[in-house]
């Protein structure tokens, strides 16, 4: 139906157009416009576009107090800075860890779930409870069971096997990964699930009448029904990925063990030092990363789902 | 169309929400006390020896202070000189042996100043016959009916010296016997004649034989030190645990035991008597029953801070009661609600709560003496409450501290007393810091200067100094000392104010005075060295100490000694330049072995036992390698050189680069690179700098200073015997390890030149990163329980440390 009236007034005469446009109506209509947008534009502005723009600023100056145009000085010195190439290496390495696996496993587990298995809902409230876990409990709980004499190690020694400080180790990132799975899995597998929900049955019977195999409904049919779905989870990963840094946070500190300090860590710490203008620096590389990260993912979920009605 | 018009209405009261915020803050009415002085000038002469205390009721004051004299040749001193001098004492041998005596003497005068009377008739209790001894005035109080009281405590004692004493080869000390003591509540007249009496000590007394608790054999001593008198002219005292109440006939009424009351007394706005409670808060005394009453009756709002009270005072108008801690003064309304109503700093006078009096919640009533002129000059002084106008404002500077100092605050009033044009406001950010986060504090002045509310002035205490340079918020001090006369040109201690400088070679703070943080070692078990580091501490600990020795003290426990040795060693470790820590080099082991050598806590057994484990046995007897000490003074080099018969060495800290010693700084005060003030917050930093009534000890920074003060201490010391020779005296003694005592006469050649070597050679400012402190300590501790080798300690710490350094560079 909206597609119908868009095409009506592309194809509307030049003159009708413009009489609309300065119709008193349309005049009006654009008032009642803008007094309505005013509240989101000015919320949008004061919350998110000006402070953005004042990160910018800071990111450009010598100092917040004494604020002196030194350019891209800041990023460089940010990016020569050993501290944030550790912060970046590790949330890099974390997310393209911790975000595809979120992804796989979820879709996997709403695929299962998706069967006629017995026990369905009870494993989809299963996967579901960590969310409703307060973080503070939730880091209590990693820390008896990865602590150098806690649970893991307790088991682990049943066969011989040494204990291992696994929050003080190389194997640090494991366990957060292992956490961030278990933390987000459920949602994800919620999404995907409703998701797939909404996949035409008439394809899918049609596939099966035509003999396509599993796999070949699962590439062709419903992943590209899915892809919208898929890059949502993926998004939201991400974000999520960033959002781990409270958990290491209270497990270990602002200076954990060299693995889990990521960029977070390093905002924080810098903030709370007041060095502005590297925080803001890093804030920014980071927004350009990000958006640089979404548009690609657009990119790609536009050329596998263009074809898809929706 | 209706409900268009309501969701416009809608929007427009949500863009109406938003924008709320952004209006401009009414701007709050502001008051200060302003004082008016009234100097108090006796007759004849001043009142050199002080005001002791005052008591106000009305519009008159009274108070009183002590007049001296020497009586070997009649001179006087003190207060109306012209008088005869009766020596209250009665010995003639007081005069003989021109011994110093003192009395007693009041004062009356108007609050406008004017009518400045001696209570001539007045005459302090009287010692009993044979004693020695002297009387003072606990407290005073005037009665509804105007008339003064006081409280005399007397105390009284004698030599029982044996027929064959002889003063040449005996000293009569060893014969101090104490005397029967007396406590006196007297009033008086207009003219300070008595007009009645009542001695509590009997009455006391009395009682407890009254109670069968009065054991004969007993020495008993009363003593009070405050008392009330009500409406009725019922007298109360606390005190030995009896809340004692006197009739106006002076009979004892009611003795009820309590003993959890402090002795201070006060009348509340609706003429109710209330005594102050161990428990927190005032109990309101029954006037019947002469008892504390109990329930809703007795029940008085308690202050929310009631453990910071520091005194109570009686309440007027709409307060019950005021009350104040060291910092504010509050009035507690009957409705339980408590207003501050003073700001102690915002008072242009030195006196604080302890010598104040609150007449209302608009004026309070002090007495101040000026000590520094050729005569001493006292004043009386009233603060009344007075509407800051735009043309009697001042412009505010800030000073922003955690600690603020006691000399610190003198000289911030001092400041705000003798300047017309600024005033300086202290903002103690220790008081946003609670128990949880004891970093909240810190957290907010970081916002409040990022968010351009920068202090003018930084008490350095405390503060991340070397962050807030590297931000560019502080300023350079080196044009403003390069162009003072007394400061400039090496005025100023050259090896602290090296190490105080920036790699920049930039000064950014300096302190009113310093000592020095170090190490003392027995030459004969290290010889003749500078400094020694980890690994030769621990050599000489293993091979030249006898078994069971500690490293450095055995009263030292580990955490005092991690934050010593760490602060000693942070130079060496941390590289701020290019940010390399070097922690995983190895030699940190060797300061992970020392801390094991100290234990986690101090038994008590240690410090029962303090002639074995105490710093002067064990270094003596060679159980102890090193004494932590700080010296401050010439004198510090005397207490510590003698734990080693004046044969030791200041080493400091066992330090990778043999540097253990550091200078420790006192009030530090940096400037704003912000302010738009810089001459007058100068001009204060400089006072404060250079003025030494506002240092208590250490030494000077200021070189001149350091050099007249050390030359003083090089002057020899004598006193005048009855022959009148002048006889050298030692300012210390020491017994050395063949126990012959060693007598010090003056700062020697040898003592300046070791102070002064030490000073000299110290190149490192105590530092204390409480970051770092609590990464390794947390990472110590690991290694300590045994959890961790000491590689792996070392490893983690110089991860995390590394971090940190990185991401402050």
């Given at each position: 139906m909206?597609?119908?009236?868009?095409?009506?007034r592309e194809?509307a005469?030049k003159?009708?157009?413009?009489?609309r446009?300065?119709?008193?109506?349309?005049r009006?209509?654009f008032f009642?416009s803008?007094a309505?947008?005013?509240p989101?534009?000015?919320?949008?502005?004061m919350?998110?576009?000006?402070?953005?723009?004042?990160?910018?600023f800071?990111s450009l100056?010598?100092?917040?107090?004494?604020p002196e145009?030194?350019?891209?000085?800041?990023?460089?010195?940010v990016l020569?800075?050993?501290?944030f190439?550790?912060a970046?290496k590790?949330?890099?390495?974390?997310?393209?860890?911790?975000?595809?696996?979120a992804?796989?496993?979820?879709l996997?587990?709403?695929?299962?779930?998706?069967?006629?298995?017995?026990?369905?809902s009870?494993?989809?409230?299963f996967?579901l409870?960590?969310?409703?876990?307060p973080?503070?409990s939730v880091?209590?709980?990693?820390q008896v069971?990865?602590h150098?004499?806690?649970?893991?190690?307790q088991?682990?020694?049943?066969f011989?096997a040494?204990p291992v400080?696994?929050?003080?180790?190389?194997?640090?990132?494991l366990v957060?990964?292992?956490?961030?799975l278990?933390?987000?899995l459920?949602?994800?597998?919620i999404?995907?699930m409703?998701a797939?929900s909404?996949?035409?049955?008439?394809?899918?019977?049609?596939?099966d009448?035509?003999g396509a195999?599993?796999?070949?409904k699962?590439f062709?049919i419903?992943?590209r029904y899915?892809?919208?779905?898929v890059?949502?989870?993926?998004i939201?990963s991400i974000i999520n990925?960033?959002?781990?840094?409270r958990?290491?946070?209270?497990m270990?500190g602002a200076y954990p063990?060299d693995?889990?300090?990521t960029l977070?860590h390093?905002?924080n710490?810098t903030?709370?030092?007041?060095?502005y203008?590297?925080?803001?620096?890093?804030?920014?590389m980071l927004?350009?990363?990000?958006v640089?990260?979404?548009?690609?993912?657009?990119?790609v979920?536009?050329?596998?789902g263009k074809d898809v009605?929706? | 169309?209706?409900k268009?018009?309501?969701?416009?209405?809608?929007?427009g009261l949500?863009?109406?929400?938003l924008?709320?915020g952004c209006?401009k803050?009414?701007?709050?009415?502001?008051?200060?006390?302003?004082?008016t002085?009234?100097?108090?000038n006796p007759?004849?002469?001043?009142?050199?020896?002080g005001?002791?205390a005052?008591?106000i009721?009305?519009?008159v004051?009274?108070?009183y202070?002590?007049?001296?004299?020497?009586?070997?040749?009649g001179a006087?001193?003190g207060?109306?000189a012209?008088?005869?001098?009766?020596?209250v004492?009665?010995t003639d041998?007081?005069?003989e042996?021109g011994e110093?005596?003192?009395?007693?003497?009041?004062y009356?005068?108007?609050?406008?100043?004017t009518?400045l009377t001696?209570?001539?008739?007045y005459?302090?209790?009287?010692?009993?016959?044979?004693?020695e001894?002297?009387?003072?005035?606990n407290?005073?109080q005037?009665?509804?009916?105007g008339?003064l009281?006081v409280?005399e405590?007397?105390?009284?004692?004698?030599?029982?010296?044996?027929?064959?004493?002889d003063?040449?080869t005996?000293?009569?000390?060893?014969?101090?016997?104490?005397?029967?003591?007396?406590?006196?509540?007297?009033?008086?007249?207009?003219?300070?004649?008595?007009?009645?009496?009542?001695?509590?000590q009997?009455?006391?007394?009395?009682?407890?034989?009254k109670?069968?608790?009065?054991?004969?054999?007993?020495?008993?001593?009363f003593?009070?030190?405050?008392f009330?008198?009500?409406?009725n002219g019922?007298?109360?005292?606390y005190s030995?645990e009896?809340?004692?109440v006197?009739?106006?006939?002076g009979?004892l009424?009611s003795a009820a035991?309590?003993?959890?009351?402090?002795?201070?007394?006060?009348?509340?706005?609706?003429?109710?008597?209330a005594?102050?409670?161990?428990?927190g808060?005032?109990?309101?005394?029954?006037?019947?029953?002469?008892t504390?009453?109990e329930?809703?009756d007795?029940a008085?709002?308690?202050?929310?801070?009631?453990?910071?009270?520091?005194q109570?005072?009686n309440?007027?108008?709409?307060y019950l009661y005021?009350?104040?801690s060291?910092s504010?003064l509050?009035?507690?309304?009957?409705?339980?609600t408590?207003e501050?109503?003073v700001?102690?700093?915002?008072?242009?006078?030195e006196?604080d709560?302890y010598a104040?009096?609150?007449?209302?919640?608009d004026?309070?009533a002090t007495?101040?003496?000026d000590?520094?002129?050729a005569?001493?000059?006292c004043?009386?002084v009233?603060?009344n409450?007075?509407?800051v106008?735009?043309?009697?404002?001042?412009?505010?500077l800030?000073?922003?501290t955690?600690?603020?100092?006691?000399?610190?605050?003198?000289?911030v009033?001092a400041?705000?007393?003798?300047?017309?044009?600024y005033r300086?406001?202290v903002?103690d950010?220790?008081e946003?810091s609670t128990?949880?986060?004891?970093?909240?504090?810190?957290q907010?002045?970081s916002?409040?200067?990022i968010?351009?509310?920068?202090?003018?002035?930084?008490?350095?205490d405390d503060l991340?100094?070397r962050?807030?340079?590297?931000?560019?918020?502080?300023a350079?001090l080196t044009?403003?000392?390069?162009?003072?006369?007394?400061?400039?040109n090496?005025?100023l201690v050259?090896?602290?104010?090296?190490?105080?400088?920036?790699?920049?070679?930039?000064l950014?703070?300096v302190?009113s005075?310093?000592?020095?943080h170090?190490a003392?070692a027995?030459?004969?078990?290290?010889?003749?060295i500078?400094g020694l580091?980890p690994e030769?501490?621990l050599?000489?600990y293993q091979n030249?100490l006898?078994?069971?020795?500690?490293?450095?003290g055995?009263?030292?426990?580990?955490e005092?000694?991690m934050?010593?040795?760490l602060?000693a060693?942070l130079?060496?470790y941390?590289?701020w330049e290019?940010g390399?820590?070097?922690?995983?080099?190895?030699?940190?082991a060797?300061?992970?072995?020392?801390?094991?050598l100290?234990?986690?806590?101090?038994d008590?057994?240690?410090?029962n036992?303090?002639d074995?484990y105490g710093?002067?046995?064990?270094?003596?007897d060679?159980?102890?390698?090193?004494n932590s000490?700080v010296?401050?003074d010439?004198?510090?080099?005397?207490?510590?050189l003698?734990y080693?018969?004046?044969?030791?060495?200041y080493?400091?800290?066992?330090?990778?680069?043999?540097?253990?010693?550091c200078?420790?700084l006192y009030?530090p005060?940096a400037?704003?690179?912000?302010?738009?003030?810089?001459?007058t917050?100068?001009?204060?930093?400089?006072?404060?700098?250079?003025?030494?009534?506002?240092?208590?000890?250490?030494?000077?920074?200021?070189?001149?200073?350091?050099?007249?003060n050390?030359e003083?201490?090089?002057k020899?010391?004598y006193y005048?015997d009855a022959?009148?020779?002048?006889?050298?005296?030692?300012?210390?003694t020491?017994?050395?390890?063949t126990?012959?005592?060693?007598d010090?006469y003056?700062?020697?050649d040898?003592?300046y030149?070791?102070?002064?070597?030490?000073?000299n050679?110290t190149?490192r400012?105590?530092?204390?990163?409480?970051?770092?402190m609590?990464i390794?300590?947390?990472?110590?501790d690991n290694?300590?329980k045994?959890?961790?080798?000491a590689?792996d300690?070392?490893?983690?710490?110089?991860?995390?440390v590394?971090?940190?350094?990185?991401?402050?560079r």
């Open positions: 909206s597609t119908k009236i868009v095409k009506k194809h005469p003159e009708a157009l413009e009489k446009r300065f119709s008193p109506a349309a009006k209509e009642q803008i309505f947008l005013t989101s534009v000015l919320g949008v502005t919350f998110f576009i000006a402070p953005f723009a004042i990160v910018v800071y100056v010598s100092s917040p107090v004494d145009f030194v350019g891209l000085k800041n990023f460089i010195d020569q800075n050993s501290a190439q550790t970046a590790n949330t890099a390495v974390f997310s393209l860890l911790a975000v595809p696996l992804v796989v496993l979820s996997l587990l709403a695929l299962l779930l998706e069967q006629k298995i017995p026990g369905k009870m494993f989809r409230t996967f409870s960590p969310m409703m876990v973080v503070a880091v209590l709980i990693w069971i990865f150098e004499t806690g649970t893991l190690n088991v682990t020694a049943i011989g040494d400080d696994w929050l003080r180790s190389p194997l640090c990132q957060i990964v292992v956490l961030f278990w933390k987000n459920g949602y994800n597998m999404l995907f409703a797939l909404n996949i035409p049955r008439e394809l899918l019977e049609v596939a009448v035509e195999s599993a796999a070949h699962f062709h419903k992943l899915l892809s919208p779905t890059l949502f989870v993926t939201l990925s960033f959002k781990v840094f958990e290491v946070y209270l270990s063990y693995g889990l300090y977070q390093f905002m710490n903030f709370k030092s007041l060095n203008q590297k925080l803001s620096a890093a804030a920014v927004a350009i990363v990000m640089i990260i979404i548009a690609l993912m657009f990119r979920e536009d050329a596998f009605e929706g | 169309m209706n268009r018009w309501i969701a416009l209405l809608l929007a949500t863009v109406l929400s924008l709320a209006g803050p009414e701007e709050e009415e502001q008051y200060e006390y302003v004082p002085y009234y100097e108090l007759e004849t002469g001043s009142f050199e020896n005001i002791n005052h008591i009721r009305g519009d004051m009274y108070f202070t002590y007049e001296y004299t020497t009586a070997a040749d006087r001193t207060v109306a012209a008088e005869v001098f009766i020596d004492l009665g041998a007081a005069e042996d110093t005596t003192s009395r007693l003497v009041l009356r005068v108007n609050l406008d100043g009518g001696r209570l001539s008739d005459q302090q209790t009287p010692l009993d016959e044979g004693m001894g002297y009387v003072s005035i407290s005073m005037i009665d509804s009916q008339h009281w409280l405590q007397k105390e009284q004692y004698y030599y029982d010296l044996p027929d064959d004493f003063p040449e005996d000293d009569q000390w060893n014969y101090y016997t104490e005397g029967e003591g007396g406590c006196l509540l007297r009033r008086l007249s207009d003219t300070g004649a008595e007009e009645f009496s009542v001695d509590l009997a009455l006391y007394l009395e009682q407890l034989k109670d069968g608790e009065y054991n004969p054999d007993q020495h008993y001593y003593w009070a030190y405050s009330l008198v009500d409406n019922y007298t109360l005292v030995m009896r809340l004692m006197i009739s106006p006939q009979e009424v035991t309590y003993n959890n009351l402090s002795e201070q007394l006060i009348t509340l706005s609706d003429g109710r008597v005594v102050q409670s161990w428990e808060g005032l109990k309101v005394v029954d006037p019947t029953t002469w504390l009453q329930g809703e007795g008085l709002p308690r202050p929310e801070n009631y453990n910071y009270v520091n109570y005072y309440g007027s108008g709409d005021f009350y104040a060291s504010s509050y009035g507690m309304k009957a409705d339980g408590s501050r109503l700001d102690w700093l915002e008072c242009d006078v006196n709560y104040m009096s609150v007449l209302s919640a004026r309070l007495v101040t003496t000590w520094n002129d005569q001493t000059k004043s009386l009233l603060l409450r007075t509407l106008t735009p043309e009697n404002r001042r412009t505010e800030t000073l922003a955690f600690n603020l100092s006691w000399n610190l605050r003198r000289a009033k400041f705000n007393r003798n300047n017309t044009e300086i406001r903002k950010y220790a946003y128990d949880d986060n004891y970093e909240a504090g810190l907010k002045l916002t409040e200067i968010s351009g509310d920068v202090p003018d002035i930084l008490a350095c991340p100094i962050q807030y340079a590297a931000k560019g918020l502080l350079d044009p403003y000392i390069e162009a003072d006369e007394m400061l400039g090496g005025g050259k090896s602290l104010t090296d190490a105080c400088r920036s790699e920049d070679g930039e950014f703070y302190a005075k310093f000592s020095i170090t003392l027995d030459k004969k078990v290290v010889g003749d500078t580091t030769e501490a050599d000489f030249r006898q078994p069971d020795a500690s490293l450095t055995f009263t030292f426990n580990r005092s000694l934050i010593d040795l602060s060693n130079e060496h941390v590289n290019t390399e820590c070097t922690f995983d080099s190895g030699s940190f060797n300061l992970l072995e020392i801390l094991k100290a234990p986690e806590e101090i008590d057994e240690i410090y036992s303090w074995i710093p002067e046995a064990a270094m003596r060679g159980r102890q390698l090193l000490c010296i401050s010439w004198y510090d080099l005397l207490y510590t003698s080693v018969a004046g044969d030791g060495i080493v400091g800290m066992p330090d990778e680069d043999r540097q253990g010693s200078f420790e009030n005060l400037m704003s690179s912000k302010t738009k003030h810089k001459d917050v100068w001009a204060f930093i400089r006072e404060f700098l250079t003025n030494e009534e506002y240092s208590d000890w250490g030494f000077s920074m200021v070189q001149s200073r350091l050099e007249a050390l003083e201490a090089r020899h010391q005048e022959n009148g020779n002048h006889i050298e005296y030692p300012v210390f020491y017994f050395d390890s126990g012959q005592q060693v010090i003056c700062l020697t040898e003592l030149d070791t102070l002064m070597g030490l000073i050679n190149s400012v105590y530092d204390y990163d409480n970051s770092i609590s390794v300590k947390s990472e110590v290694f300590l045994g959890s961790s080798s590689q300690v070392a490893a983690m710490i110089q991860n995390k590394s971090l940190y350094v990185n991401e402050n």
